[in-house]
Nanobody, 121 residues
Framework: VQLQASGGGLVQAGGSLTLSCAVSGSILSITSMGWYRQAPGKGRKLVASISSAGDRDYTDSVRGRFTISRDNAKNTTFLQMNNLKSEDTAVYYC????????????????WGQGTQVTVSS
């Protein structure tokens, strides 16, 4: 299983970016998908998550500005980020909880490679 994240970049404060993360491999099902971020010198923290049923959860600092979505047919999750602030600067990682054809009896956590988001003030 591989997760390929894209869409990061440099944006001015108040601007927008959309991150994408495509999951590939021998996938049986994907339960939760999510985005985490890690700012310099800090730990990795959950930003947003979405269940297979479409239930969404956000950390307080991004609620109302970020929107997570998923395309189940394409095994892809998106993070629409609006009204970006300097404190949103971080490396963003996508995460997926995946059952494969060979591990159909359990789900495992997989991570993307990270994409840098830099917000200039």
């Amino acid at each position: 299983v591989q997760l390929q994240a894209s869409g990061g970049g440099l944006v001015q404060a108040g601007g927008s970016l959309t991150l994408s993360c495509a999951v590939s491999g021998s996938i049986l099902s994907i339960t939760s998908m999510g985005w985490y971020r890690q700012a310099p010198g800090k730990g990795r923290k959950l930003v947003a998550s979405i269940s297979s049923a479409g239930d969404r959860d956000y950390t307080d600092s991004v609620r109302g500005r970020f929107t997570i979505s998923r395309d189940n047919a394409k095994n892809t999750t998106f993070l629409q980020m609006n009204n970006l602030k300097s404190e949103d600067t971080a490396v963003y990682y996508c995460n997926a909880d995946v059952r494969t054809h060979s591990t159909w009896f359990r789900s495992d956590d997989y991570w993307g490679q990270g994409t840098q988001v830099t917000v200039s003030s």
